[in-house]
Protein backbone atom coordinates (compact mmCIF):
# COMPACT_ATOMS: atom_id res chain seq x y z
CA UNK A 1 0.00 0.00 0.00
CA UNK A 2 1.49 3.56 -0.91
CA UNK A 3 -0.04 6.88 0.51
CA UNK A 4 0.53 10.28 -0.99
CA UNK A 5 0.06 13.18 0.84
CA UNK A 6 -0.68 16.45 -0.44
CA UNK A 7 -2.18 19.76 0.01
CA UNK A 8 0.47 21.57 2.50
CA UNK A 9 1.85 24.84 1.85
CA UNK A 10 2.39 27.78 2.97
CA UNK A 11 -0.35 29.79 4.89
CA UNK A 12 -0.62 32.96 7.34
CA UNK A 13 -1.54 32.21 11.13
CA UNK A 14 -5.13 31.94 11.46
CA UNK A 15 -5.42 30.71 7.61
CA UNK A 16 -6.52 27.02 6.32
CA UNK A 17 -5.53 24.32 4.48
CA UNK A 18 -6.89 20.92 3.51
CA UNK A 19 -4.61 18.18 3.36
CA UNK A 20 -5.24 14.85 1.65
CA UNK A 21 -3.70 11.20 1.45
CA UNK A 22 -5.24 8.81 -0.75
CA UNK A 23 -3.94 5.02 -0.99
CA UNK A 24 -3.16 3.92 -3.88
CA UNK A 25 -4.13 0.00 -3.14
CA UNK A 26 -5.36 -2.03 -0.97
CA UNK A 27 -8.76 -2.63 1.53
CA UNK A 28 -8.65 0.98 2.53
CA UNK A 29 -11.79 0.80 4.02
CA UNK A 30 -10.73 -1.36 6.59
CA UNK A 31 -7.91 0.52 8.02
CA UNK A 32 -7.53 2.54 10.80
CA UNK A 33 -6.36 5.69 9.53
CA UNK A 34 -4.35 8.46 11.20
CA UNK A 35 -2.20 12.17 10.89
CA UNK A 36 0.82 12.41 12.69
CA UNK A 37 3.48 15.88 12.25
CA UNK A 38 6.93 16.23 12.79
CA UNK A 39 8.24 19.70 13.25
CA UNK A 40 12.16 20.46 13.04
CA UNK A 41 13.93 19.07 15.87
CA UNK A 42 11.14 17.40 17.33
CA UNK A 43 9.64 13.84 17.54
CA UNK A 44 7.03 12.32 15.58
CA UNK A 45 3.56 13.03 17.33
CA UNK A 46 0.05 12.06 16.72
CA UNK A 47 -2.62 14.65 15.55
CA UNK A 48 -5.19 12.74 14.85
CA UNK A 49 -7.25 9.42 14.30
CA UNK A 50 -10.30 7.77 12.29
CA UNK A 51 -11.27 4.48 12.75
CA UNK A 52 -11.94 2.32 9.41
CA UNK A 53 -15.74 2.51 9.81
CA UNK A 54 -15.32 6.23 10.19
CA UNK A 55 -16.55 6.27 13.95
CA UNK A 56 -15.77 9.25 16.75
CA UNK A 57 -12.09 10.54 15.37
CA UNK A 58 -9.23 11.09 18.30
CA UNK A 59 -7.74 14.80 18.04
CA UNK A 60 -4.54 15.65 19.75
CA UNK A 61 -5.69 18.43 22.42
CA UNK A 62 -3.60 20.83 20.50
CA UNK A 63 -5.64 20.86 17.42
CA UNK A 64 -9.20 19.84 18.99
CA UNK A 65 -11.34 22.58 18.00
CA UNK A 66 -9.44 23.56 15.10
CA UNK A 67 -8.39 20.40 12.86
CA UNK A 68 -11.06 17.84 11.25
CA UNK A 69 -10.31 14.41 9.53
CA UNK A 70 -12.96 12.75 7.41
CA UNK A 71 -12.42 9.95 4.74
CA UNK A 72 -14.05 8.85 1.54
CA UNK A 73 -13.89 5.40 1.24
CA UNK A 74 -14.93 5.19 -2.32
CA UNK A 75 -11.92 7.18 -3.19
CA UNK A 76 -9.63 5.60 -0.66
CA UNK A 77 -8.56 9.39 0.68
CA UNK A 78 -8.43 10.27 4.37
CA UNK A 79 -8.76 14.49 4.03
CA UNK A 80 -7.66 16.62 7.11
CA UNK A 81 -8.95 20.37 7.56
CA UNK A 82 -6.79 22.61 9.09
CA UNK A 83 -8.75 26.17 10.25
CA UNK A 84 -7.17 28.58 12.74
CA UNK A 85 -3.49 27.55 12.02
CA UNK A 86 -1.33 28.64 13.80
CA UNK A 87 2.63 28.91 13.86
CA UNK A 88 2.85 25.66 16.42
CA UNK A 89 1.43 23.43 13.21
CA UNK A 90 4.26 24.18 11.45
CA UNK A 91 5.60 20.60 10.38
CA UNK A 92 5.84 17.80 7.91
CA UNK A 93 2.41 15.91 7.77
CA UNK A 94 2.36 12.21 7.57
CA UNK A 95 -0.67 10.18 6.92
CA UNK A 96 -0.39 6.83 8.27
CA UNK A 97 -2.77 3.35 7.90
CA UNK A 98 -3.28 0.42 10.43
CA UNK A 99 -4.17 -3.00 9.80
CA UNK A 100 -5.83 -3.06 12.57
CA UNK A 101 -9.95 -2.91 12.62
CA UNK A 102 -9.98 -2.10 16.54
CA UNK A 103 -12.74 -0.02 17.30
CA UNK A 104 -10.70 2.74 18.63
CA UNK A 105 -8.05 4.78 17.37
CA UNK A 106 -4.09 4.23 18.55
CA UNK A 107 -2.14 6.95 18.83
CA UNK A 108 1.11 4.86 18.72
CA UNK A 109 3.47 5.37 16.32
CA UNK A 110 4.39 1.78 15.87
CA UNK A 111 0.96 1.08 15.69
CA UNK A 112 0.70 2.51 11.90
CA UNK A 113 1.99 0.10 9.22
CA UNK A 114 1.70 2.15 6.26
CA UNK A 115 3.41 6.19 5.58
CA UNK A 116 2.81 8.79 3.34
CA UNK A 117 5.45 10.87 1.70
CA UNK A 118 4.58 13.57 4.15
CA UNK A 119 3.61 17.56 2.84
CA UNK A 120 5.27 20.38 4.74
CA UNK A 121 2.69 22.86 6.37
CA UNK A 122 4.51 26.33 7.29
CA UNK A 123 2.17 28.86 9.13
CA UNK A 124 3.75 32.32 9.21
CA UNK A 125 3.07 34.78 12.06
Known amino acids: VQLQASGGGLVQAGGSLRLSCTAS????????MGWFRQAPGKEREFVVG????????LYADSVKGRFTISRDNAKKTVYLQMNNLKPEDTAVYYC???????????????????WGQGTLVTVSS
Open 96 to 114: AASRSVAAVVTTALDKYDY
Open 25 to 32: AGPFSFYN
Open 50 to 57: ITWSGGIP
